[in-house]
């Protein structure tokens, strides 16, 4: 049953889910491999610049279209043979996911909640097949394809970089064959090739991200790939693709109308019901007159923890729970659920719920080797940016959270907190793609540090990805570690709002920082720094041969003269007097910690206290309720939180 008007939260974004066959459905056929890839595979991506070369050469392809598709898909990175969240492998991402599920270990998130706050996730066992007359879409398994056109065996196009990169310029040929086009030397020629490379089965995707490919072309490219490899990408800024073959590719038009996407990006309206079922409750979000009624301050970045046809299976059950755009791996293609005006339940914080809009990610967190696309890191940074502008939300860390950095309403409610997108996520590339990157902003005496690691070479060890206790896969991370002193020998830093004893777990945020964070800086000792969090001094390594932060400058909160220590919330609700007859006051009730007298926080925002009474089926009864209270946000652990602006000084960090 709904929770009623006095309950201490709102359990929106905590319902358990239904966890029928059907429900499960295809969000259980692509768990990724988990297992180690084979020796060689780093040795065979030693010429892979040459790789483009011979592949363009030998398939009729132009080298430089080739090189683009390959930076969408995966970066140009092998990923020493594991498979995507999508079960494609190699550069070129090519997909069998029939083969990924064969070979995957069995799922675990060490006990914690999956995507919706329900421990209760049934992994998929190994040995769990998908059945050989199962109708997989065309974008999952392009590598048997690929097999057929070049007479490779599969496993060597899973596995070896080189091969890889022909398997996909056979299916490029092929593609441009089967739209009748010449195998032009022209890059200009292969638009609607590049589309249906894309495995869209509808224009709109095709068409992101054959622009998306054209534009890597234009402005070029350079790196340095996982396996050490440099591949460089010239640009031509004057590359005009004919756009028009498109129209010949025969791929279906979506149901845009009404969605709220930049044009940029592929975007169809998939909508979460919003009606009655049972005794008086209902599902699955709460209509609203956003921005009318209350501000979005909000955009949270979730992962699905299933594939693409099991999380809109789940997003359409009026019983579930329901956020507003879903992004697929394999593509970037956009799903719109929930107009912005109206409130999804998908933070597990009512407060955060009603100022914010939630995006799902096509992944699993505990799976460091289940890469994400280039292609849908770049579609969720223009939607995020197209959304972070319509709607006044600033691009920083306290303002695009992750699951992660939502800090639980009350005391009982912060150890079933959500832990996603992980410590994988990679928030610098994010932020770089929303022209936002994190750079330094003061010297070594601006008073406040910014989280920015390398994410390719920082890999803090974790455990628990596939079994509890044992070590995840070394991976490439956003995450710091914090110690109680300046050492690695020192404890892990102890959150007691969780009251466990802090581990390396992947779910265990006791103990982190992440990219794009910022903290006061409490002191330093050689190689070492220390920040204020969660009412304590916590040390991380930050090396000036290889630094883990940058320095900045900004506004911090410190409790007001005369008080030793200012309560913490896990919401910015209004005072009592502020509710109006037939609304029930909420609690404002403190968090079990404590922000401590010469402590400092970085702030994030001023915000009034606000309530979204919205407890009915009958719009009529919705209404904000906005108080006399102002609050700061503030960057207070892994997760924000906020407090009275009545209790603190704010003050610039230097100085």
């Known amino acids: 049953m709904r929770e009623s008007a006095t309950a201490t939260d709102r359990a929106a ?6 966890r029928t066959a059907g429900a499960v459905g295809c969000a259980a056929l692509l768990l990724p491999l988990l297992g180690a890839a084979p020796s060689d595979a780093h040795a065979s991506a030693a010429g892979l610049q040459s790789a483009f070369a011979s592949a363009a050469a030998e398939y009729h392809v132009p080298q430089s279209v ?9 970066r140009w990175d092998a990923h020493a043979g594991a498979p995507s969240v999508t079960g494609g492998y190699g550069p070129m991402h090519l997909t069998d996911a029939r083969t990924a599920l064969a070979e995957a270990s069995p799922h675990h998130s060490e006990g914690t909640e999956d995507a919706r706050g329900d421990s209760a996730r049934p992994p998929v066992h ?14 999952l398994r392009t590598l048997p394809k690929a097999a057929g056109l070049t007479g490779l065996p599969a496993d060597q196009l899973r596995t070896d970089p080189a091969a890889n990169v022909a398997g996909g310029a056979a299916l490029l040929a092929a593609a441009q064959k089967d739209l009748g086009e010449p195998l032009s030397k022209d890059p200009a020629d292969w638009y609607g090739a590049v589309a249906r490379f894309s495995g869209a089965d509808d224009g709109a995707t095709g068409a992101a991200y054959a622009n998306d490919v054209f534009d890597v072309l234009r402005t070029g490219q350079r790196r340095t790939t996982d396996a050490g490899q440099q591949v460089t990408l010239a640009a031509q800024p004057d590359l005009a693709p004919d756009a028009a073959q498109l129209t010949r590719t025969g791929l279906r038009t979506p149901a845009a109308d009404g969605t709220e996407c930049p044009k940029t990006v592929s975007c169809e309206w998939i909508p979460a019901p919003y009606e009655e079922f049972g005794e008086g409750d209902y599902g ?11 501000s979005i301050k909000y955009i949270v970045v979730h992962d699905t923890e299933g594939a693409w ?11 579930y729970v329901s956020w507003n755009y879903s992004l697929r791996s394999t593509d970037g293609h956009i799903a719109q659920h929930v107009k912005a005006k109206d409130v999804a339940w998908h933070a597990g914080n009512w407060y955060v719920n009603a100022k914010s809009v939630g995006l799902e990610h096509e992944g699993f967190l505990a799976s460091p080797d289940a890469w994400y696309t280039e292609a849908m890191y770049r579609s969720s940074a223009r939607l995020v940016a197209y959304l972070a502008k319509k709607y006044g939300v600033p691009l920083d860390r306290q303002h695009i959270l992750g699951h992660d950095n939502v800090p639980g309403p009350t005391a009982g409610t912060i150890g079933g907190m959500h832990t996603d997108p992980g410590p994988y996520w990679d928030w610098r590339h994010y932020f ?5 990157p994190f750079e330094p902003t003061a010297g070594k005496n601006g008073g406040l540090v910014t989280i920015r690691p390398d994410y390719a070479t920082n890999r803090p060890g974790f455990t628990g990805c596939v079994a509890k206790g044992e070590p995840c896969v070394a991976h490439g991370s956003s995450a710091v570690r914090l110690h109680s002193g300046p050492g690695e020998s020192y404890p892990l830093i102890r959150d007691i709002g969780l009251g466990t004893t802090p581990s390396t777990g992947v779910n265990d945020l006791s103990s982190r920082v992440s990219t794009g964070q910022q903290y006061a800086v409490a002191g330093r000792d050689g190689d070492w720094t220390a920040i204020w969090y969660l009412g304590q001094k916590a040390w991380f390594k930050n090396a000036k041969k290889k630094p883990t932060a940058v320095n900045a400058t900004g506004l911090v909160v410190t409790p007001k003269d005369g008080l030793p220590s200012v309560p913490v919330y896990g919401r910015a609700y209004p005072e009592a007097s502020a509710y109006p007859a037939g609304v029930p006051a909420q609690t404002v009730s403190p968090l079990p910690y404590k922000l401590l007298k010469d402590q400092r926080y970085v702030v994030g925002d001023k915000v009034p206290g606000e309530y979204y009474y919205a407890v009915t089926f009958d719009e009529a009864s919705h209404q904000v309720v906005a108080g006399e209270d102002l609050y700061y946000e503030i960057q207070f652990g892994h997760r924000v939180a906020f407090v009275r ?11």
């Open 432 to 436: 770089n793609l929303l022209g936002r």
């Open 284 to 294: 699955n979000h709460d209509t609203g007159n956003r921005p009318a009624s209350q």
């Open 309 to 319: 046809e099991g999380v809109l299976d789940l997003v359409q059950d009026p019983t």
């Open 645 to 655: 602006a009545a209790d603190v000084r704010v003050g610039q960090s230097a100085g």
């Open 66 to 74: 080739l090189l683009g598709v390959s930076y969408l898909q995966s």
């Open 126 to 139: 190994p040995e769990a097949k998908v059945p050989e007359n199962a109708d997989l879409p065309a974008r």
């Open 13 to 18: 974004g905590h319902r358990r889910i239904r």
